[in-house]
């Protein structure tokens, strides 16, 4: 059974930054693939970024490419997505997951959620 924790989220105003911290436990951290998701009521869950289990390759939706960093320390057992220069359509609840296997931007390729962390960027 794996734990996933997600904090860091809040309000701040468009073009501020914000770092999320998703902390996991349970299984082998280091070997599983990680993603990032976001999620406004309404609507599919969405692919933000994501960290390849052990080659350290690196995805980002096209929303996000050049702003948003995926990131995790091994030893914490911990994946981290800094997020610069929000917009307000970057407001939702962010949450961290496993991958499985398969392609990394689909969430039905992921098992174990964190309960989120809302994020909300004010114009």
């Known amino acids: 059974q794996v734990q996933l924790v997600e904090s860091g989220g809040g309000l701040v105003q468009a073009g501020g930054s914000l770092r999320l911290s998703c902390a996991a436990s349970?299984?082998?951290?280091?070997?599983?693939?990680m993603g990032w998701f976001r999620q406004v009521p309404g609507k599919e869950r969405e692919f933000v970024a994501a960290?390849?289990?052990?080659?350290?390759?690196?995805f980002y939706s096209e929303s996000v490419k050049g702003r948003f960093t995926i990131s995790r320390d091994n030893a914490k057992n911990t994946v981290y997505l800094q997020m610069n220069s929000l917009k307000p359509e970057d407001t939702a609840v962010y949450y961290c997951?496993?991958?499985?296997?398969?392609?990394?931007?689909?969430?039905?390729?992921?098992?174990?959620w964190g309960q989120g962390t809302q994020v909300t960027v004010s114009s």
């Open positions: 997951a496993q991958h499985r296997g398969g392609s990394p931007y689909s969430h039905a390729n992921y098992f174990y």
């Open positions: 960290f390849g289990g052990s080659g350290g390759s690196t």
């Open positions: 349970g299984r082998t951290f280091s070997t599983y693939a």
